[in-house]
């Protein structure tokens, strides 16, 4: 149709900078995710959100979101198990790109870790340089 996919059935994405969270689900668990859109016509609860999110210059669209991961759990109200934003809610919660990075560079040295114990057990007399 013209007026493409409904609302519900689109892929939903954290606009957040480096917060890989879609769908409904965190990208780091399975914890449940709920994603909101921006409040585009409140300019000043907007700015604050633009300025936590270290996006100042930045102008979303109708369609981009933020997920629940971005707020404290005061910011909602749930009724009937569904989760909803209160008007006066702010994004907080945001990890910073350098902690992303390291976050990264640790996983990558675990798993570096791991091969090389792997390694060293399959190979105990090889000399250390080699594995």
Wanted: aromatic share 10%.
């Amino acid at each position: 149709s013209a007026l493409g996919p409904p609302r519900s059935a689109m892929p939903r994405y954290c606009a957040a900078s480096c917060c890989k969270n879609r769908g409904g689900q965190s990208s780091r668990d399975q914890r449940k995710l709920s994603f909101y859109p921006f409040p585009l016509h409140d300019k000043e609860r907007l700015e604050k959100w633009l300025r936590n999110m270290k996006r100042d210059a930045w102008t979303p669209s109708k369609h981009q979101l933020l997920c629940s991961d971005h707020f404290t759990p005061d910011s909602l109200d749930v009724r009937w198990g569904i989760r909803y934003l209160k008007h006066t809610a702010v994004p907080t919660i945001f990890s910073s790109p350098d902690e992303e990075v390291m976050y990264s560079c640790l996983l990558y040295c675990r798993k570096l870790l791991v091969a090389y114990k792997y390694c060293a057990a399959q190979a105990p007399n090889l000399p250390s340089k080699l594995c």
